[in-house]
């Protein structure tokens, strides 16, 4: 039994920005930040990816080094895996350019006996089938998405857009919903909020978070609308994978039976420590996530929302 199963794409990203000139590939995608968000907090976790043959071996020693679990990752022969040239600007703003996708995830690669508490599925690149959505939804009590992947076309040099979610009643099948302002007005159409919010909500989803960057994060349960702030980073060197580990953090807590909102401070306060270093390598222990986690809590605002 695993307390989070990750379904979506490893990467190996390039990124550039003005702190960062002379880009080296550096492990990426939702398996890894998640994952590893929430092994530091103590969850069991595993991944059901495909990666390439040129997918290193020091990164599949690296992650089980990390306690993450790799029974369900397939590495295809003759294929490449899932790969970004990332480029972000002064103004926070990023371009993504696509340069190698990996073989899709299908139903057939989703185990028959899965056992886990939550499941979070998080395609990049589109790469998860609406089959597997399904049949993960029947092998799992609790069901989170990330839509990015199913939001973004490419062009034919690779250059990645938002697009219109194909088909929204993928919502029915997921109790938590999580992504950027832009991306939840992109699934619904919707350029308000808290309309956006709604519009989700109507689908059956129980749990919606919404990033805003620096300025922190929107929960939703239960009627009400929670502000949480982000917390204080000591520096921002590569904010890549902060959604991602925010919501291992937050699926960490909540398969604990701790409340939400603890559950989105305790986010909050993963990522913060992994902006802080190149890659995937800035996690706080325990005790420091809790202590950034107990500051964030004190400063949410609440509001009813009808």
Not at 136 to 162: C, E, H, I, M, W
Not at 191 to 213: C, E, F, N, P, W
Not at 261 to 267: D, K, R, S
Request: a positive charge; glycine letters at 8%; aromatic letters at 10%.
């Amino acid at each position: 039994m695993f307390d989070i199963v990750t379904v979506g794409h490893f990467a190996i990203d390039f990124i550039t920005s003005p702190r960062i000139t002379k880009p080296k590939p550096t492990l990426g995608g939702p398996p890894t930040y998640s994952s590893l968000a929430a092994a530091k907090l103590g969850a069991r976790v595993s991944v059901i990816s495909k990666v390439g043959e040129d997918f290193p071996p020091k990164y599949l020693k690296w992650l089980k080094s990390q306690d993450v679990d790799l029974s369900g990752l397939k590495q295809v022969k003759g294929a490449s895996t899932t790969s970004f040239e990332i480029k972000y600007f002064g103004d926070g703003e990023r371009q993504l350019i696509l340069k190698n996708k990996a073989p899709p995830i299908d139903v057939e690669d989703v185990p028959n006996l899965l056992e886990a508490r939550a499941v979070h599925i998080a395609p990049i690149v589109n790469e998860v089938s609406y089959g597997a959505v399904d049949k993960l939804r029947g092998l799992a009590d609790f069901v989170s998405l990330d839509p990015q992947g199913f939001l973004r076309n490419f062009d034919k040099n690779g250059y990645t857009r938002l697009w219109r979610m194909e088909n929204l009643r993928v919502l029915e099948r997921i109790d938590l919903f999580k992504s950027s302002q832009r991306e939840i007005e992109a699934v619904t159409g919707e350029s308000d909020l808290v309309q956006a919010i709604r519009r989700v909500y109507g689908y059956g989803v129980r749990l919606i978070i919404v990033t805003k960057g620096q300025e922190g994060s929107l929960l939703y349960a239960k009627g009400r609308l929670y502000t949480v702030p982000a917390a204080t980073s000591k520096v921002v060197v590569d904010t890549t994978g902060a959604g991602d580990v925010l919501i291992g953090a937050f699926l960490a807590e909540y398969t604990k039976k701790k409340e939400p909102l603890w559950c989105a401070c305790v986010g909050s306060a993963s990522a913060s420590f992994v902006v802080e270093k190149m890659g995937p390598r800035g996690f706080g222990s325990k005790r420091q996530v809790y202590e950034r986690a107990a500051q964030v809590y004190e400063n949410t605002l609440v509001a009813n929302v009808t």
